[in-house]
């Protein structure tokens, strides 16, 4: 996985387009046991990050891999 840097992939190939990242705030809040316990600190803890379910972690809206797949 690969963090933007200005522009090595395309726009439209990013994590934020990608059919495995998971945009529900609450999806994020379950596969993060504890993270609704932080209260104001979830919205600074994450911003606009959320859970890839390709490879289970937290990926910014402007990452990107090559297990990229389009939103259906």
């Known amino acids: 996985?690969?963090?933007s840097n200005g522009g090595?992939?395309?726009a439209e190939r990013r994590c934020g387009r990608?059919?495995?990242?998971q945009r529900d705030r609450d999806g994020t809040e379950q596969?993060?046991?504890g993270l609704a316990?932080?209260?104001?600190?979830f919205g600074a803890s994450i911003s606009d990050?959320?859970?890839c379910s390709q490879h289970d972690r937290l990926v910014s809206p402007n990452d990107s891999c090559s297990a990229f797949n389009?939103?259906?």
């Open 8 to 10: 090595s992939r395309p």
């Open 18 to 21: 990608c059919r495995f990242c």
């Open 70 to 72: 389009g939103e259906d």
């Open 49 to 51: 990050s959320r859970v």
């Open 37 to 41: 316990m932080l209260g104001s600190a």
């Open 31 to 33: 596969a993060i046991p």
């Open 1 to 3: 996985m690969n963090a």
